[in-house]
T-cell receptor, first 113, second 113 residues
């Protein structure tokens, strides 16, 4: 069964550093998403991406964050100048369209120290 | 602003019991509702998706119902098994072109052998 793949599974970074989280969405999906879940909190939407551009973003997704689809398969989330409060599980998801089932990856646990 | 609430926050039952998990949402103008399963430290697995025009969806021992006008959904699990132990999340996609899923905090289910 096709699946969304995320790497790395765990990333530890020092405060102020930049990190890139990587995702390979399901190949025939057109919409890609990033969500995050701070420990003990709800899963919250960060950004959606369609046709090589951001289609929707939340208030969390400020200039510190950026997304890119550098080639035909990868979808990345870059976080600049990481802060302690960026520590969370980051989930990538993809779907054929927003009204269809969203498939989530296993997540990348980001720990900022 | 859409808010999703799930009760109870945690539930512990003996194996074999039938159980109901509840989800409520504040804005009834939804496009669809999805139930997800999350295992500790893992990603989200979609269990059932109910379109706004549907009343229920079934998959194996799982049955999800939707009452859009009252802003409620329930997930019914029949003949629970220890393998059903996980956190169950409810998420809604609101009408109006938004692409983001709004999640509840989840119900942590423990099925005791």
């Amino acid at each position: 069964e096709p699946e969304v793949t995320q790497t790395p599974s765990h990333q530890v970074t020092q405060m102020g550093q930049e990190v890139i989280l990587r995702c390979v969405p399901i190949s025939n999906h057109l919409y890609f998403y990033w969500y995050r879940q701070i420990l003990g909190q709800k899963v919250e939407f960060l950004v959606s991406f369609y046709n090589n551009e951001i289609s929707e973003k939340s208030e969390i997704f400020d200039d510190q964050f950026s997304v890119e689809r550098p080639d035909g398969s990868n979808f990345t989330l870059k976080i600049r100048s990481t802060k302690l409060e960026d520590s969370a599980m980051y989930f990538c998801a993809s779907s054929v369209d927003p009204g269809r089932v969203a498939f989530f990856g296993q997540g990348t646990r980001l720990t900022v120290v | 602003k859409q808010e999703v609430t799930q009760i109870p926050a945690a539930l512990s039952v003996p194996e074999g019991e039938n159980l109901v998990l509840n989800c409520s949402f504040t804005d009834s103008a939804i496009y669809n509702l999805q139930w997800f399963r999350q295992d500790p430290g893992k990603g989200l697995t979609s269990l059932l998706l109910i379109q706004s025009s549907q009343r229920e969806q079934t998959s194996g021992r799982l049955n999800a119902s939707l009452d859009k006008s009252s802003g409620r959904s329930t997930l019914y699990i029949a003949a629970s098994q220890p393998g059903d132990s996980a956190t169950y999340l409810c998420a809604v996609l609101t009408q109006g072109g938004s692409e983001k899923l709004v999640f509840g905090k989840g119900t942590k289910l423990t099925v005791n052998p």
